[in-house]
């Protein structure tokens, strides 16, 4: 038998190991035949996640743009793209044993073969070959592998996995052939005779290929070290990652397929929470944050002029915010409140705050609208206060510019309110004691550390209106404090939400006719377009701009707002709204945000079918803000079951903790965290809500092991610390300063 030895000493020491422990090297389950890969035979996923999938043989161009298209690229990428179901061909019969209706796997040599006709429904021609296998002779029938013909020539071994059926006398449907060495190779081949996986494939691949490719990235890559510590695994009963990695592929039966399941799950869970641990650890350990004693002066004027009484939820999230800020400790807060739940005027209570103490308040929202809006309601809000505000975005010329970054260097601004553009080089806070972070879900966790490194260890309150159902949010901001807004401003109405296809189009538009000949204003969201896409978007919001000025509103004061616009145009549009110069505003997805105009009380949204649940919901609350009954109408073609569901929803609930729910029972979690966006990494083998008993498990097990080595300096510790590197990107870039 072949071995994998071929990797000289100099090779080994080239490479990483994680400890000395290491197990000796075994013969894995299948012999290489890839030679010329050169590979070191113990391996960890960091590093396999540097070896290019081209270095695989049969990995040419178009496979590896195949590849790509499923997100993988390395060999780690192909060892951990998992299986979505296993078939069962283990069950290996004598052809006289054979029972109609059973299936099985039969191993023999060929008798005779020959095409099936022409295709048949589309399908590709199929063959039907005789097999003898010493007990008896049998007819296989199997579609779609007429390309096999001359490899099955008579004497030629095969192995054959199908259902017996009886048609036109007994026969193997077979759903597998594979022409094999002889018949010891059973158990040895990635095919048949064994559970054989099936994985999620695009168009430039088929099942076989895929199953193929991940069988060679395995067995070329040698032994895969384990990250996790040997006592947790003891511990918990669970095998090492290597054998994990290989089972879940190829497992030798449907225990040691669970088995390697659940290792998988905690093994993503449990760096996800170490990850977190040891943030929440840095945290505490060392930053002395500013303590922030404000004498309540302005925050009570501020109050006081508010021309409301505060909510409850939002009187006991201040307290915890002021409280947080006070302590010596840096604050890490987020604060989750529904839309239109008022977290505005808390964000300002935070900012008085921080003035008062004499430091500086910033807060960055994710788009120019927004940060032009909080900057028009905030200033407004504080025009009696002996308190400046700036605004800082990317379009402003270089003079204004010039003169904000001044102000916001000396601390004649007191407050800085802006877009990404105060995390730029060349803004310098005097005395940065406290970040804002707007629709937090809308930035990337890199840009909030980068955010906060503009002051000396200021207090950070991150706000979001995406729901997280309630059970999911402490264990995954597990270091952060999470404070919830869950109440309303009292008056607000249900928004009247329903449905109408396109060809009751001109329906919606009679509704929003009549609120606007009631004296109040009106948006029209136009279909989403791919990013990509961003010409188009325009073009389409002109034209639905056109249409309804010109056939439907002729006689109505319309106006457009969208993305590609420049920065003066976008604020005068909104200007002219918020001063009802524009009764209508045909907009695209960028009024999702916080756009705040109390006097809009319907909203048609076109294409309703192409946006997410949580960002239907997230427009939905634009016209959630005055003491008219809102009203909303999605018009929309759904075409998948999903689709009607997901409106249906968005019709029958108006919470958005409730709706998220819906959202991840109809569409999974993946969709639900985004990319990286709070410092999750993506989970491949693990389902929140379905894992939350091991989500349990693994959390309790990581903090405990932070808790005895909070940096995670040991050296038998080192491995973990560069997985949670890997996984959580520039987040913990600090566990790698010394
Ligand atoms: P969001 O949480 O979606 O950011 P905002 O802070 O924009 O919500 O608040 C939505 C609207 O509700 C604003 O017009 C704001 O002035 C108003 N508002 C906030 N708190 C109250 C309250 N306690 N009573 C009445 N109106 C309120
Ligand atoms: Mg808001």
């Given at each position: 038998?072949?071995?994998?030895?071929?990797?000289?000493?100099?090779?080994?020491?080239?490479?990483?190991?994680?400890?000395?422990?290491?197990?000796?090297?075994?013969?894995?389950?299948?012999?290489?035949?890839?030679?010329?890969?050169?590979?070191?035979?113990?391996?960890?996923?960091?590093?396999?996640?540097?070896?290019?999938?081209?270095?695989?043989?049969?990995?040419?161009?178009?496979?590896?743009?195949?590849?790509?298209?499923?997100?993988?690229?390395?060999?780690?990428?192909?060892?951990?793209?998992?299986?979505?179901?296993?078939?069962?061909?283990?069950?290996?019969?004598?052809?006289?044993?054979?029972?109609?209706?059973?299936?099985?796997?039969?191993?023999?040599?060929?008798?005779?073969?020959?095409?099936?006709?022409?295709?048949?429904?589309?399908?590709?021609?199929?063959?039907?070959?005789?097999?003898?296998?010493?007990?008896?002779?049998?007819?296989?029938?199997?579609?779609?592998?007429?390309?096999?013909?001359?490899?099955?020539?008579?004497?030629?071994?095969?192995?054959?996995?199908?259902?017996?059926?009886?048609?036109?006398?007994?026969?193997?449907?077979?759903?597998?052939?594979?022409?094999?060495?002889?018949?010891?190779?059973?158990?040895?081949?990635?095919?048949?005779?064994?559970?054989?996986?099936?994985?999620?494939?695009?168009?430039?691949?088929?099942?076989?290929?895929?199953?193929?490719?991940?069988?060679?990235?395995?067995?070329?890559?040698?032994?895969?070290?384990?990250?996790?510590?040997?006592?947790?695994?003891?511990?918990?009963?669970?095998?090492?990652?290597?054998?994990?990695?290989?089972?879940?592929?190829?497992?030798?039966?449907?225990?040691?397929?669970?088995?390697?399941?659940?290792?998988?799950?905690?093994?993503?869970?449990?760096?996800?929470?170490?990850?977190?641990?040891?943030?929440?650890?840095?945290f505490e350990?060392?930053e002395a944050g500013r303590k922030h004693e404000?004498?309540?002066?302005?925050?009570?004027?501020?109050?006081?002029?508010?021309?409301?009484?505060?909510?409850?939820?939002?009187?006991?999230?201040?307290?915890e915010v002021l409280e947080g800020m006070r302590l010596e400790k840096a604050m890490r807060r987020?604060?989750?409140?529904?839309?239109?739940?008022?977290?505005?005027?808390?964000?300002?209570?935070?900012?008085?705050?921080?003035?008062?103490?004499?430091?500086?308040?910033?807060?960055?929202?994710?788009?120019?609208?927004?940060?032009?809006?909080?900057?028009?309601?905030?200033?407004?809000?504080?025009?009696?206060?002996?308190?400046?505000?700036?605004?800082?975005?990317?379009?402003?010329?270089?003079?204004?510019?010039?003169?904000?970054?001044?102000?916001?260097?000396?601390?004649?601004?007191?407050?800085?309110?802006?877009?990404?553009?105060?995390?730029?080089?060349?803004?310098?806070?005097?005395?940065?004691?406290?970040?804002?972070?707007?629709?937090?879900?809308?930035?990337?966790?890199?840009?909030?550390?980068?955010?906060?490194?503009?002051?000396?260890?200021?207090d950070?309150?991150?706000?979001?209106?995406?729901?997280?159902?309630?059970?999911?949010?402490?264990?995954?901001?597990?270091?952060?404090e999470?404070?919830?807004?869950?109440?309303?401003?009292?008056?607000?109405?249900?928004?009247?939400?329903?449905?109408?296809?396109?060809?009751?189009?001109?329906?919606?538009?009679?509704?929003?006719?009549?609120?606007?000949?009631?004296?109040?204003?009106?948006?029209?969201?136009?279909?989403?377009?791919?990013?990509?896409?961003?010409?188009?978007?325009?073009?389409?919001?002109?034209?639905?701009?056109?249409?309804?000025?010109?056939?439907?509103?002729?006689?109505?004061?319309?106006?457009?707002?969208?993305?590609?616009?420049?920065?003066?145009?976008?604020?005068?549009?909104?200007?002219?709204?918020?001063?009802?110069?524009?009764?209508?505003?045909?907009?695209?997805?960028?009024?999702?945000?916080?756009?705040?105009?109390?006097?809009?009380?319907?909203?048609?949204?076109?294409?309703?079918?192409?946006?997410?649940?949580?960002?239907?919901?997230?427009?939905?609350?634009?016209?959630?803000?005055?003491?008219?009954?809102?009203?909303?109408?999605?018009?929309?073609?759904?075409?998948?079951?999903?689709?009607?569901?997901?409106?249906?929803?968005?019709?029958?609930?108006?919470?958005?903790?409730?709706?998220?729910?819906?959202?991840?029972?109809?569409?999974?979690?993946?969709?639900?965290?985004?990319?990286?966006?709070?410092?999750?990494?993506?989970?491949?083998?693990?389902?929140?809500?379905?894992?939350?008993?091991?989500?349990?498990?693994?959390?309790?097990?990581?903090?405990?092991?932070?808790?005895?080595?909070?940096?995670?300096?040991?050296?038998?510790?080192?491995?973990?610390?560069?997985?949670?590197?890997?996984?959580?990107?520039?987040?913990?870039?600090?566990?790698?300063?010394?």
């Amino acid at each position: 038998m072949e071995s994998l030895d071929h990797t000289s000493a100099q090779e080994l020491m080239a490479w990483p190991t994680y400890r000395e422990d290491i197990p000796s090297w075994e013969e894995g389950p299948f012999p290489t035949q890839h030679k010329h890969l050169k590979l070191p035979r113990r391996t960890t996923l960091p590093e396999l996640r540097t070896v290019p999938v081209t270095k695989l043989p049969g990995v040419g161009p178009r496979i590896a743009a195949a590849l790509k298209d499923l997100g993988i690229s390395s060999f780690a990428d192909l060892v951990l793209h998992y299986p979505s179901r296993h078939e069962d061909l283990s069950n290996v019969k004598k052809i006289s044993d054979l029972r109609v209706g059973e299936r099985a796997t039969v191993v023999g040599k060929v008798v005779s073969a020959k095409k099936l006709g022409r295709p048949v429904r589309g399908r590709t021609p199929g063959l039907s070959v005789q097999i003898y296998d010493g007990t008896g002779y049998m007819l296989v029938t199997i579609w779609g592998r007429g390309w096999l013909l001359n490899q099955l020539i008579p004497d030629a071994w095969v192995m054959v996995s199908g259902k017996m059926e009886r048609r036109y006398g007994l026969q193997l449907m077979a759903r597998n052939l594979e022409v094999i060495d002889e018949p010891s190779t059973i158990g040895r081949t990635a095919h048949a005779g064994r559970f054989v996986p099936v994985y999620p494939i695009n168009k430039g691949l088929n099942a076989r290929r895929m199953r193929t490719l991940v069988h060679r990235a395995l067995h070329a890559s040698g032994y895969i070290l384990d990250p996790l510590p040997a006592e947790i695994l003891a511990s918990h009963g669970l095998p090492n990652l290597h054998d994990a990695i290989h089972e879940i592929h190829f497992p030798s039966d449907k225990e040691h397929l669970k088995t390697a399941m659940k290792r998988l799950v905690f093994h993503e869970l449990f760096l996800m929470q170490a990850g977190l641990a040891a943030r929440k650890a840095r945290f505490e350990e060392s930053e002395a944050g500013r303590k922030h004693e404000g004498n309540g002066k302005l925050l009570n004027t501020f109050l006081k002029g508010l021309g409301f009484e505060l909510t409850t939820s939002q009187e006991r999230v201040i307290r915890e915010v002021l409280e947080g800020m006070r302590l010596e400790k840096a604050m890490r807060r987020l604060l989750q409140g529904d839309v239109g739940s008022g977290k505005t005027v808390v964000a300002i209570a935070a900012l008085l705050t921080a003035v008062e103490s004499s430091g500086q308040g910033a807060i960055m929202a994710p788009t120019e609208v927004l940060a032009e809006q909080h900057f028009i309601s905030i200033s407004a809000a504080l025009k009696d206060l002996p308190v400046n505000v700036a605004l800082l975005t990317g379009s402003q010329s270089v003079a204004e510019r010039r003169a904000v970054l001044e102000d916001i260097r000396s601390g004649e601004a007191h407050v800085a309110i802006g877009t990404h553009a105060l995390i730029q080089k060349g803004v310098e806070f005097n005395d940065l004691s406290l970040v804002v972070v707007d629709e937090q879900h809308r930035f990337g966790v890199g840009q909030r550390t980068l955010f906060k490194e503009k002051g000396t260890t200021p207090d950070t309150l991150v706000m979001t209106a995406t729901p997280i159902p309630r059970t999911l949010s402490l264990t995954l901001y597990g270091d952060l404090e999470v404070s919830i807004l869950d109440e309303l401003p009292p008056g607000r109405k249900p928004v009247e939400t329903r449905m109408v296809q396109s060809p009751e189009r001109r329906e919606a538009y009679e509704v929003v006719r009549a609120e606007i000949e009631a004296r109040r204003q009106a948006y029209v969201v136009c279909p989403l377009v791919e990013e990509s896409e961003a010409l188009e978007e325009v073009r389409a919001a002109e034209e639905l701009y056109e249409e309804l000025t010109e056939e439907v509103f002729p006689d109505k004061r319309l106006g457009l707002l969208h993305g590609r616009m420049g920065a003066a145009e976008k604020r005068e549009v909104m200007r002219a709204f918020r001063a009802r110069e524009i009764e209508i505003l045909v907009a695209t997805a960028v009024i999702e945000v916080g756009v705040d105009v109390p006097n809009a009380s319907a909203m048609v949204i076109e294409g309703a079918e192409r946006f997410g649940l949580s960002q239907l919901h997230q427009l939905r609350g634009r016209v959630c803000r005055g003491l008219h009954t809102p009203k909303c109408i999605l018009v929309g073609d759904p075409k998948t079951e999903e689709a009607w569901r997901r409106l249906e929803a968005l019709c029958n609930h108006q919470d958005g903790f409730k709706l998220s729910e819906v959202d991840l029972a109809l569409r999974g979690e993946g969709t639900l965290f985004g990319s990286r966006q709070s410092g999750v990494p993506d989970l491949k083998m693990a389902k929140l809500l379905r894992d939350i008993e091991v989500l349990v498990e693994a959390r309790g097990t990581a903090f405990e092991l932070v808790a005895s080595d909070p940096n995670l300096k040991q050296p038998r510790h080192r491995p973990l610390r560069r997985e949670i590197r890997e996984l959580l990107g520039v987040d913990v870039d600090w566990l790698f300063r010394e």
